[in-house]
């Protein structure tokens, strides 16, 4: 059966299998994490990225000239969209990584080559070893969500808590951040800090730190709904002394570099949801066409056609939308923001819709722990909220179309 309407070129239709089959061979250890303890997910899911080194997965963001694919976009919402079709906290995982090493790889592209040398090439050498590198990527903070993410007009500064001042050939980290995916297994966190009080956000820079900096502490495992299988956690910095070539972004290019990862990746946290989306009309269509009430399949009653056809149109456009946008982010520089909100805002919302509508489907089975569709359904409601919840996302939107007024 075809994976996909939409026309991907067949060097990422393989990658999509490649990962596929990693990602399915393991699926019923990913099913089990999802009632697990933190301490046997993290665990576990360190050696699934362990030996994601056989397939080089996590060096595909890294250019090839570092000794990564320099699939950044369109390779990895493929890959994302195969690992979400079998457990999305294994995607979030993944794209955690990925969203970590995109300030390195953006400052790269814009010429820092020393940041290349120093952190990518490492990188994609640590996983040909087979001993993959875990990032993360850290700006949300407890006192600001949304608003590390877009800045309101007019609006007072946002509270921020984290901070970085110069002393002598070091820079020193304090502060607060929440919410970060892989932050309680990462061997290195991408943090963004303001240097400046006064200056705010024009002052922000971004650094690497790595997990044994003196000072750094994964202050809590959060506790959640759905991506059970992704450890997300606070981390606290308490005075961290970091080398002056850990500064990837320098303060100036820290704020522009948000506003670019969060373009690159938007329309690839659609790959995520996509992945869920397709796998709930699986599970719906297989089931409508084996259960029998009044007498038929209940596929054949009208009303299940009609929820059917309608989670594949909104499947088919949000494929065609997001990676009509993630093929334009590689050849379009700056890349489109708004586009690439839209495609994970679309698709977020049809893998939420496709997953109740899966769980409609099956009826009371749907709504037991003995399907998948259940936790599809927890799974789905994320995509609607991180990388900029969708009310953020639709303003971004907005923005660009009231501009062009
Ligand atoms: C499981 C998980 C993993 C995550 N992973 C990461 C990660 O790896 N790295 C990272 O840095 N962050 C991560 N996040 C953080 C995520 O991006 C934030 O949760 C998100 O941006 C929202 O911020 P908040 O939770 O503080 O909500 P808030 O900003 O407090 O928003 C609360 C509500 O108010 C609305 N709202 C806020 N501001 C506005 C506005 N201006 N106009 C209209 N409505 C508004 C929001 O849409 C939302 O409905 C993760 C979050 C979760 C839950």
Redesign the pocket.
């Known amino acids: 059966m075809k994976t996909h309407r939409y026309p991907l070129p067949p060097e990422y239709l393989n990658v999509y299998n490649v990962v596929r089959e990693f990602a399915a061979s393991r699926e019923h250890l990913l099913l089990k994490l999802d009632r697990a303890s933190h301490e046997e997910v993290m665990g576990e899911i360190r050696r699934i990225l362990r030996e994601s080194s056989s397939i080089r997965l996590l060096s595909m963001p890294i250019p090839g000239d570092l000794g990564g694919s320099g699939y950044f976009t369109l390779g990895a919402t493929v890959a994302l969209e195969a690992l979400a079709f079998h457990d999305a906290g294994l995607a979030?995982t993944v794209g955690?990584v990925w969203?970590?090493l995109l300030p390195p790889v953006i400052a790269n592209m814009l010429g820092r080559g020393d940041v290349g040398e120093r952190w990518l090439r490492p990188f994609a050498e640590a996983d040909a070893r087979g001993e993959p590198q875990v990032w993360?990527?850290?700006?949300?903070?407890?006192t600001?969500?949304?608003?590390?993410?877009?800045l309101?007009p007019g609006?007072p500064q946002p509270e921020f808590l984290t901070y970085a001042r110069r002393e002598g050939e070091y820079w020193v980290i304090s502060g607060r951040?929440?919410?970060?995916?892989?932050?309680p297994i990462a061997d290195y966190v991408t943090v963004?800090a303001l240097t400046d009080r006064l200056k705010g956000v024009e002052s922000m820079a971004c650094f690497v730190v790595p997990r044994e900096a003196e000072g750094f502490r994964v202050f809590s495992v959060?506790d959640?709904m759905?991506?059970r299988s992704?450890p997300?956690g606070e981390l606290a910095f308490e005075s961290v002394r970091v080398p002056e070539d850990h500064m990837v972004c320098p303060p100036g290019l820290g704020w522009d570099s948000v506003q670019l990862t969060l373009a690159y990746s938007r329309a690839p946290v659609g790959g995520i949801a996509l992945g869920i989306a397709k796998r709930a009309y699986r599970e719906a269509l297989n089931y409508a066409k084996s259960r029998i009430q009044g007498g038929r399949r209940i596929a054949e009653h009208q009303i299940v056609r009609e929820k059917l056809a309608n989670m594949y149109i909104m499947i088919a456009a949000a494929e065609s939308l997001v990676y009509s946008v993630v093929s334009r982010l590689e050849s379009e520089f700056p890349p489109p923001m708004d586009d690439s909100s839209a495609a994970k805002v679309f698709a977020s919302d049809v893998a939420v819709h496709a997953s109740l509508e899966a769980v409609q489907i099956m009826g009371g089975y749907g709504y037991t722990r003995d399907f998948i569709v259940e936790k599809l359904v927890r799974d789905a409601k994320?995509t609607q909220?991180?990388?900029?919840?969708?009310?953020?996302n639709r303003?971004t939107i907005s923005d660009k179309i009231l501009s062009e007024v």
């Open positions: 979030t955690a969203l970590g993360a990527f850290a700006i949300t903070e407890p600001a969500g949304s608003d590390y993410e877009r309101e609006a951040k929440i919410f970060i995916s892989n932050g963004f959060i959640k759905g991506h992704s997300t994320l909220i991180y990388e900029g919840t969708n009310e953020v303003l």
